[in-house]
């Protein structure tokens, strides 16, 4: 894990986004501080971890950063402005909801939103970024647990499997059963596949 340190950067916010790729769902997103004086141990990113060491992570990050806060734009938002835009704005409501005001932000990948506070993007900074692992773990156990939940609802289409990624049983599944609500109408193994 790299230690990023900045001149006058005192409170320093890690973000990151979980959900661009699945066909359904909201992009989820989180932004964290972490208090120097309470270092936890086992950050990385996410996709690294079993289920059950982000779901320890999760409430253990929870519990000893100086803030954090986890954020989403919506399907709709996704399907009227884009998944990339969508994820910028996500990113920007999980920074704005931030407890305490951060000084400076590290953004996971190579592209950052607009937040009004100095921002660096760090390439595969979920793996080299305690703060970014960090939201890594919040948003990507946030997401799962929401689509086990959905899948509840709607359960034909194995989202509490494969997340609503486009494995091969999910795009079977929507063949059979058409789209609902949830599906990102603009992403092209949806309009290919769904009859609008």
Known sequence: MLEFTYPDATLIAGVDEVGRGPLCGDVVTAAVILDP??????????KKLTEKRREQLFDIIKQNA??????????????ELNILHATMLAMQRAVAGLPIKPNFVLVDGNRCPNFDIETQAVIKGDLLVAEISAASILAK????????????LYPQYGLAQHKGYPTKAHL?????HGINHLYRKGFAPVKNLALF
Do not use: H
Not at 141 to 152: C, G, H, I, P
């Open 141 to 152: 156990v946030t997401r799962d647990r929401e689509m086990v939940e959905l899948d509840k």
């Open 66 to 79: 100086l803030a954090w806060f986890i954020a989403r734009a919506s399907v709709d938002e996704i399907n």
């Open 172 to 176: 079977e599944a929507i063949k059979e």
């Open 37 to 46: 004086n309470k270092p936890i141990i086992g950050l990385t990113d996410s």
